[in-house]
């Protein structure tokens, strides 16, 4: 038995019928995926260069929740040492309202406001705890944050320490006797330099929060833009890949009919010999 020769306009369509099926199968593929190179098969170079800008956002939004925890942080730390700042101001009303105190009772209920609340300065800074880093008390204790896998940058935040923002710290002690003018004036004292610490280490830590803000928000937009450049690089145009399947459709169509066309004129041919 022969073999089955086929006509060239037979072959050619049938050939060109091929080819617009493996199209069809491409465009319906991006269309449903959304993605114009899926595999380095693709196209390889725009592969690997999408595949290393996403990897790289994919490190700066690592990078981006440890700088968001760490701003936390801080701002825990902030708002303790601000708070503590409340209370020796409140310690100053104390020791103004002794001075206009007459009796031993009034002098009693002073002293025992101004120890109540020296001793609150102590828990304030205790409680200050944000995920175990406690930058108010935690005597060397220091926050690195890393901004940056590729490169060495980094920010290190000094606790605020025991020295600094305890009572005994601040130089700030219980058992006042506020019935003198001499007591009451070291008391002043004591406070307006605790207050002046304290306003030195509230400006330290506002400026590193102020630094972890911007550059978490730099660290959003630079993740972003890498994101972007690798989609640029992979992802289908959606409205042109309708408008390609749709011709591909056509061509499709009109391919079938040119081979029924071809194989009419093949039967027309074969009826010459009946």
Request: aromatic residues 4%; charged residues 15%.
């Amino acid at each position: 038995m022969g073999d089955i020769t086929l006509s060239a306009a037979v072959r050619s369509n049938l050939l060109a019928l091929s080819e617009t099926s493996k199209l069809i199968d491409r465009t319906q593929d991006r269309l449903s995926t959304g993605l114009r190179v899926s595999s380095p098969v693709d196209d390889a170079k725009a592969f690997f260069e999408a595949k290393a800008l996403t990897d790289r956002a994919s490190t700066i939004n690592e990078k981006k929740d440890s700088i968001d925890q760490a701003v936390s942080s801080v701002s825990v730390a902030l708002e303790a040492v601000n708070a503590i700042d409340s209370v020796v101001e409140q310690l100053k009303g104390v020791v103004n309202s002794a001075a206009s105190a007459a009796t031993t009772a009034e002098f009693t209920e002073l002293n025992a406001q101004y120890n109540a609340l020296v001793l609150q300065i102590d828990n304030f800074a205790a409680d200050a705890s944000y995920q175990g880093v406690n930058l108010v008390n935690g005597t060397g204790t220091t926050l690195t944050v890393s901004f940056s896998n590729s490169t060495s940058s980094t920010l290190a935040i000094a606790s605020v320490g025991l020295t600094h923002a305890t009572a005994t710290g601040l130089g700030i002690y219980t058992g006042a006797s506020l019935s003198t003018t001499a007591n009451r004036t070291c008391a002043i004292n004591q406070l307006d330099a605790a207050i002046a610490t304290l306003d030195s280490k509230s400006k330290s830590l506002g400026s590193n929060v102020a630094l972890l803000q911007t550059r978490l928000d730099f660290s959003a937009s630079y993740a972003n833009e890498l994101q972007a450049g690798g989609d640029k690089l992979v992802l289908a145009d959606i409205t042109e890949e309708g408008a390609n399947l749709v011709a591909l459709q056509t061509r499709q169509q009109l391919g079938i009919s040119s081979l029924s066309f071809a194989g009419n004129s093949e039967q027309s041919v074969l009826s010459l010999f009946r």
